[in-house]
């Protein structure tokens, strides 16, 4: 079983369905609410868990209610807990998230406890780093603590992934200490100025990104799959239709954790991004974050039945 160390956010989940997202000052009135597991760490996690990979969580959570959700929900999927620190002064983070009849959304975060993971909380579980075959981090903590994993994990020649997600501007001495980007479309734009719309300004936004050293970029494309600049492989690799969408919470939080693990087990870049979307195509077809992420036995029926996009 591949060893991954995610380090991130751990959120609960505030859902709210409606038939259209908010206009500013606008009230709509729901079909339903739900809590769920969330943040971006976690769900990473999950996904890495779910999808075959032997998984450690690095992350922070409040003394409340909602930390002893996360904690016992993350257990359930056999996820290393151990280096989940309890913070006796800051709230566990939420997140709240109206999604449309659309399967589109919108998300507000308060972080919480995961703006208080700390350099030291890094340095505490160099153990858990330095025998990990992937290292995999997003933005929903401070920059400075994911500078310090990064640094650390380079130490021991980790493979790092970064999510660049939230978007958000990430010093370029940083990026060239990361081995794979996986931007979206929005979190390109933001890192390289340049729109992605088709293969062509992806390719313009990743040459932005290797000119930052940066040696392999992943752009998610939404339906339209991903698109792969690397030494070895440039060009898109199609998505799947696995169904009717119900929502988009988690796909790409879906995709990371896919790509990691297949990474991990010695998949080539195309191979792994092919599982990645599998797996992202899947998650959209249900509710939720963590709840919609697939078992490894779906995506490979998946991948076995279903043509790309």
Known sequence: MSR????????????????????????????????????????????????GGDVSLIGRIGSDAFGELSIESLTKEKISTRNIYRDST????VAFI??????????????????????????????VIKTAGIILFQLEIPIRTVAEGI?????HNRTVIL??????????????????????????????????????????????????????????????????????YKGLVAGFNAGAVVDTVA???????????AIAEGKSLQQAVQFANAAAALSVTKAGAQTSIPARAEVINLLKDALPC
């Open 151 to 155: 640094k650390l994990a380079k130490k």
């Open 251 to 261: 796909a790409g939080d879906t995709f990371c954790g896919g790509l990691a693990i």
């Open 163 to 232: 999510n660049p997600a939230p978007a958000a501007s990430i010093p370029e001495e940083l990026l060239h200490l990361v081995d794979i980007i996986t931007p979206n479309q929005t979190e390109a734009l933001t890192l390289t100025g340049i729109a992605v719309n088709d293969a062509a300004t992806a390719q313009q936004a990743c040459n932005v990104l290797h000119g930052m050293r940066v040696s392999t970029v992943i752009i998610t494309m939404g339906d339209q799959g991903a698109y792969i600049s690397s030494d070895s």
């Open 98 to 127: 109206v999604v449309d009849d659309s399967g589109e959304n919108i998300i507000v975060v308060a972080p919480g406890a995961n703006a208080a993971l700390n350099e030291k909380d890094i340095q505490d579980a160099e153990d």
């Open 90 to 93: 800051a709230a566990s983070g």
């Open 4 to 51: 991954i160390v995610v380090i991130g956010s751990i959120n609960t989940d505030l859902v709210v369905r409606s038939a259209r997202i908010p206009l500013p000052g606008q009230t709509l009135m729901g079909h339903s609410f739900t809590t769920t597991g969330g943040g971006k760490g976690a769900n990473q996690a999950v996904a890495a868990a779910r999808l």
